[in-house]
């Protein structure tokens, strides 16, 4: 099942929106595009969307983020801010395939979501497969794996994207770690 | 990379993760950071589209809900106790005569033309964005365009071979390709 703060976190307003002055034009979003767009679409690849999917994601992300421009104050440097619209519209998909009442098992995953990327069909991939049901399961935990993989952050700059302080940060990450490891059990044989 | 009170072990995974050179006493818990990393550096890589930009704008344009004109503002008080009671026995008799408890309770509608089919969602623009992937992602061509603010036209193409997923989540809504392999699919609001 879906942590409870998963609701809370499509529900809150973006990371950015604090009443600092800013004004940030549609121009900066855009030129973000060519750079941003790959990275967010490869996340959601990495967190189980078939190709077509992930796209749409991240073209849906710069269309929330453009609409929701003029809310942003500039709290937070522009793309983490995307990033964070990036990850609220990836819960939001998951959540209108996989209400929270409907699926405690990790095995009804793959039926319910996107099992059908030829990217996650070869035997090798098993612990890409592995991370990509961890990921539909616990998707606030492997967005902060995957932000650490992607961007080497230290714990501290990780945490401000999270919203979590540095200790927080590090014993979160271990929890990552432990929760991640029942996702990869059947792959110490590959 | 480094952070206090953490175990070394989940340290060294994590270092492996990040791709950077770990504790030699943790080696296997660094292999296994590095295995995930692997993994991950396998997704295949995303370009951006060409026009990608302009179909933000566009898109990011078409859905902003039209602004209710002066006019009907100030008659709207009055006729909304009518509206609102009219909606709610038609909603009444709606779900009496369509409830369904499976996936697709949200798509209601005519559904009866092979080649120019009606769907009433909750939701249109989110249902029609993702059906159009499902059905992008075996194979199909699906253009989309908005008439309306709530109207989302899609054009679908599957020209045989088909993969049959297509025709199977089509047949879930109760609607089908013509022979030629296209649809044009209008999915509208519902509410």
Redesign the interface.
Known sequence: MLPIDDDALIDRPPLGQTPAAACTT?DAL?AL??EW??RL??YF??CGC???????L???S??QA??GLPSFRGGAKLSTWLWSIGQRVWL??LR??RPLDQVDDVDDLDALM?A??P?LKEPE?C??RG?ARFAMAHPERAQA??L???G?L??GELGEVIGRT??A???Y??EC?AK?APF?KDCDDC | MTADNTDPRDEAWLRGLAGVPADEAHVADAAAGRRLRASLDRVPAVEAPADGWADVLRRADQGVPAALPPREAANGHARRWAGGLAAALLLGVGMGGLWRPAEDTQWRGAGEGATDAHWLSASPHADARSLAAALRGWGATVTESTSAPQTVWLDIRCPAPCDARVGARLAELETALAPDGRLRLKVSDAR
């Open positions: 549609p855009a595009y060519p767009y790959p679409a490869r690849q990495s078939h190709r077509a999917l992930a796209q749409e991240a073209q849906e710069f269309v453009l609409r939001a998909e209108r395939h996107f059908d990327s990217h991939d612990v890409q991370f794996l995957y650490f993989y992607w080497g230290k714990h540095e200790r940060t590090t014993v990450l271990a770690r991640l990869l």
